[in-house]
């Protein structure tokens, strides 16, 4: 089982779909075309290829670079030190957290319709000249104008909840719908339905279009109250309460009762939509509202309010998930256990990066290439097409984490080179006893390929990099709620405020340019993966390890390709052992993982007929870092239990992505406390020689992630568990 092609993974080149469809499915060797490569005669050999599922479409490959966001929002919740209790509030504060970076979306199309093309833009001449798209505008009065252009924002937010509702068809609730369904704080893999449950996408995603229309209602009434608007000052009371009302939603579990999820669902929409009406409604009949030099009134203070929520949020996250007792996983967890912060920091300077790069570049194009500034000033007639103080803050907060996270993996390769040098020549050492002087090259590229393998574990100085972040990240967030803007502030601190503020201010400027230039890249990555296959796959295995997880935090994250997956992979093997047969599930790479996570769900008289074998197994190296409160050594000791021990594992050294699985155990203690765990990890040398056998013309290759199941290890490991299968 893997991701790759069918053909690669039998090692046949005529294969047939036996069960399945184009997405994901099972096959076998074509009848009267021989057995798959490798394989003993009278044993069925079949591939479960699932790739498509997350490198087959093509728009859905691209669309992960676009929602990456949303994406690390979700991924949050499930690098958490220990699995949910029964008032989970890190659950709460990542689906709040989430619920602000929805309105932050939604608040940069507000600032490109709203602000600078209805409000900076259209009325003034110089902007409009030579533009009929946008001339046409200044003929409506300023109310009708921002009514009108309010349809932008609402079209965007229903494009990102067509493709949330898109994906769950396509990938998730594929399984028969759980009789008990989990809450919505899941606790473990082996809970029934837990990754069959679409109720809570599908609650979340109705929540987070009402906050986005709350959103756009409240910069709709802002900006068209004016001096004498008491009506739109009285109708930001519904649109606020509107967004407290998700707020509180987004903390408590989804209602297990689906009539009273349809009842709490249908009156959250007829609300919305009649805030939404009558916000647009009022904005209509306000006709010409009296015009104020620069930005839409109450922007600016929306979006400085946002993200100091945020940054208010993601200290409380903090400070809760170093509160909380650690799971004991064997080895050291990311971040040492602040992984949940860490990625939810991401997000937010991820979703602050694609913001102010999309509001900057709108900006730009219309003031037709003039930067905007306080210390250059626009000029007569000149829109002052002035984004945010918060987005300025953004792009420069952005361009440091950037910065720093650089640092942080140059610091860390060059500090541990000597380490992982000594441990590449110890296993050298060991391989390869004696070896001729001719073969010296070859050895010192064995070397280097066992030390880069083990840059993987070495992730100290990250944390460092993390509190550096998230202490600028709180510096930002002061500046932003009292208002100050980079050059200000130094205009502030300096007493020669002319010079060095012009500096500041271009390098505000390169700041604001590169963070664009990063998210130009993602969008041509996005292209290119739309038009490369291989450039789609490498993009979807590094998605793998997010996309992996349900959607239990952000609903317009991409989908989880796992909901699909797992069940047809745990369906299949009961299926096949209902027959009468033997089952030895064989994952590679991510496969692995997959694997695990569908043995959890198969009943026990299931589990006495299967048995697994892993090779290029991320499971003990990262899924245990990553993920300690679901697949930390806790669960897999228990699987290796319920297997009765019938479990290889083999890995190389020189392997970049795999590793054993009993990362944690001494010599003196076998890992989970018995005998027979010990049994599981099997190395292999890699490459098998460092000479030229005298029959070849060149060393034996360097292995690394691929193939593993061409060796006689992986043949004689599949003999064994099947003998061992009662």
């Not at 009949?285 to 922007?299: E, I, T």
């Not at 009468?580 to 064989?586: A, D, P, Q, R, T």
Request: one cysteine or more; proline letters at 8%; aromatic letters at 8%.
């Amino acid at each position: 089982m893997s991701g790759g092609t069918a053909e690669r993974m039998l090692d046949h080149p005529m294969v047939v779909r036996v069960a399945g469809d184009e997405h994901a499915g099972f096959y076998r060797p074509r009848p009267g075309t021989g057995v798959a490569g490798g394989a003993s005669a009278g044993v069925a050999v079949e591939a479960y290829r699932w790739g498509a599922l997350t490198a087959g479409a093509a728009v859905r490959t691209a669309s992960m670079l676009l929602l990456l966001p949303f994406m690390l929002a979700n991924l949050s919740i499930w690098l958490r030190p220990r699995s949910a209790d029964r008032f989970d509030l890190l659950a709460a504060l990542c689906r709040v957290l989430a619920g602000t970076i929805t309105a932050a979306f939604v608040l940069s199309m507000v600032g490109i319709s709203l602000d600078l093309v209805g409000w900076q833009c259209v009325p003034y001449e110089w902007c409009r000249q030579d533009r009929p798209y946008l001339s046409w505008l200044n003929a409506l009065p300023m109310g009708a104008r921002l009514s009108l252009l309010s349809l932008i924002p609402l079209l965007a937010l229903r494009v990102i909840w067509g493709m949330g509702r898109r994906s769950a068809r396509a990938l998730e609730g594929f399984g028969q719908p759980a009789p008990h369904p989990p809450t919505s704080y899941r606790e473990k893999l082996t809970t029934p339905g837990f990754w069959d449950d679409e109720r809570t996408p599908a609650w979340l995603r109705q929540i987070h279009v009402v906050i986005g229309v709350g959103t756009l209602d409240v910069s709709l009434l802002g900006g068209v109250s004016g001096p004498e608007g008491s009506a739109a000052r009285l109708l930001l009371v519904p649109a606020m309460g509107l967004l407290a009302c998700c707020a509180v939603l987004l903390c408590l579990p989804v209602p297990t009762s689906s009539t009273r999820v349809r009842r709490i669902l249908l009156s959250l929409r007829a609300a919305a939509a009649a805030v939404t009406l009558l916000s647009l409604g009022y904005a209509v009949r306000a006709g010409h509202v009296p015009p104020v030099a620069g930005q839409l009134p109450g922007y600016e203070g929306g979006v400085g309010v946002l993200q100091s929520a945020q940054g208010v949020l993601l200290v409380l996250l903090a400070a809760v998930t170093a509160a909380r007792p650690r799971t004991t996983t064997g080895s050291r967890p990311f971040l040492a256990g602040l992984g949940t912060p860490v990625v939810a920091a991401a997000a937010v300077t991820v979703a602050g990066a694609f913001a102010s790069t999309l509001v900057f570049r709108v900006a730009d194009q219309l003031d037709r290439g003039h930067v905007p500034g306080a210390l250059r000033a626009n000029p007569p007639g000149v829109a002052p097409l002035d984004p945010p103080v918060a987005y300025w803050w953004a792009a420069l907060a952005g361009l440091a984490a950037l910065m720093i996270l650089a640092g942080a993996a140059c610091t860390t390769y060059l500090l541990t080179a000597r380490r992982r040098r000594r441990v590449a020549e110890r296993i050298v050492a060991q391989d390869y006893p004696d070896v001729p002087p001719q073969a010296a090259p070859r050895l010192n590229a064995v070397r280097q390929a066992i030390a880069r393998s083990h840059v993987t574990e070495e992730l100290g100085p990250m944390l460092v990099a993390f509190f550096l972040i998230a202490a600028l990240g709180l510096a930002v967030t002061t500046f932003n709620a009292i208002g100050l803007g980079p050059t200000q502030l130094v205009a502030e601190l300096t007493a020669r405020p002319t010079g060095t503020a012009l500096v500041t201010a271009y390098i505000t400027d390169a700041g604001v340019w590169i963070i664009s230039l990063l998210v130009i890249g993602f969008i041509i990555l996005a292209y290119r993966s739309y038009r490369s296959t291989q450039t789609r796959r490498a993009m979807a295995a590094l998605f793998d390890l997010a996309d992996f997880w349900p959607r239990i935090v952000h609903p317009f994250a991409p989908p989880c390709y796992a909901a699909r997956a797992v069940p047809e992979l745990a369906k299949r093997v009961s299926g096949l052992v209902g027959t009468g047969k033997k089952v030895v599930i064989s994952g590679h790479s991510h496969g692995s993982v997959l694997a695990v996570a569908a043995i959890l769900q198969l009943p026990p008289d299931v589990l006495r007929r299967v048995a697994l074998l892993t090779h290029g197994s991320p499971l003990g190296r990262i899924y245990t870092r990553l993920y300690p409160a679901y697949l930390g050594q806790q669960t897999l000791c228990e699987i290796g239990e319920q297997l009765d021990w019938r479990w290889r594992n083999l890995w190389r050294d020189t392997d970049p992505v795999g590793g054993p699985i009993f990362v944690g155990h001494r010599a003196k203690r076998p890992p989970c406390g018995v005998p027979e765990a010990e049994s599981v990890d099997l190395r292999l040398r890699d490459p098998r020689a460092v000479t030229i056998d005298p029959t070849d013309t060149a060393p034996p290759p360097l292995e690394r992630h691929w193939p593993y199941h061409t060796q006689s290890a992986y043949q004689t490991s599949i003999r064994e568990l099947t003998e061992q299968i009662p």
